[in-house]
């Protein structure tokens, strides 16, 4: 009978102090993201503003990626102001004889990997630039907040800062190749038991 109570005791202890029990939520882990990219940039896409009826000069991106975070297709929405600097910027990015060719107001972005996890993101400022002495060669920077998603990446959060360059294609300019690096860090839970990456 003591052994009984004995071992009943124990078993409330233990429960109690939560000792040798499987934890059941998942922590969130803190990871590097080195991402390289390559793909293309379509520029002067026109289309209404919704909240206020006025046309707005956008851009669309489709790239694909492959890094830290494994293969993923990266595919987003590029606002940029249509106004020019008030006085011209020789040295963008802190480069001398770049010449800042406009700023980047809005960029929400999708990447979508092979698993079909979803990973969002939202730009913040941004520039591009142009070197004069290389017609056709632009220079970007943008910093960019991770803002959750679907799969490994629900409730997400990070920053990040793309950085990259681009060769026009078409003859005005408006059809893009472009390649760089997202270097920053995200937290997430990574829950790899159920949403496995296939890379």
């Known amino acids: 009978m003591k052994n009984k109570f004995a071992a009943a005791s124990f078993v409330a202890v233990v429960l109690a102090l939560g000792i040798g029990l499987p934890v059941t939520s998942v922590a969130d882990q803190v990871v590097d993201v080195n991402m390289r990219f390559a793909g293309s940039f379509a520029t002067n896409i026109l289309h209404v503003d919704p909240t206020n009826g006025t046309v707005v000069d956008s851009s669309l991106i489709n790239v694909q990626t492959k890094g830290t975070l494994g293969s993923a297709e990266l595919r987003g929405f590029s606002g940029r102001s249509t106004v020019p600097p008030a006085e011209p910027v020789f040295n963008c990015l802190g480069v001398d004889g770049l010449f800042l060719s406009f700023e980047i107001l809005e960029n929400p972005l999708v990447f979508t990997f ?8 939202k730009g913040g400022s941004g520039v591009v630039c142009i070197d004069l002495l290389k017609p056709g060669i632009t220079t970007f920077e943008i910093e960019i907040e991770f803002m959750g998603g679907r799969g490994r990446f629900e409730g997400a959060t990070g920053v990040a800062v793309i950085k990259g360059e681009g060769e026009a294609v078409s ?26 990456d296939e890379d």
């Open 114 to 121: 092979k698993d079909l996890s979803l990973l969002f993101a």
């Open 171 to 196: 003859r005005d300019g408006s059809f893009i190749g472009e390649t760089g690096t997202i270097e920053g860090w995200i937290s997430a839970p990574f829950n790899k038991s159920k949403h496995a």
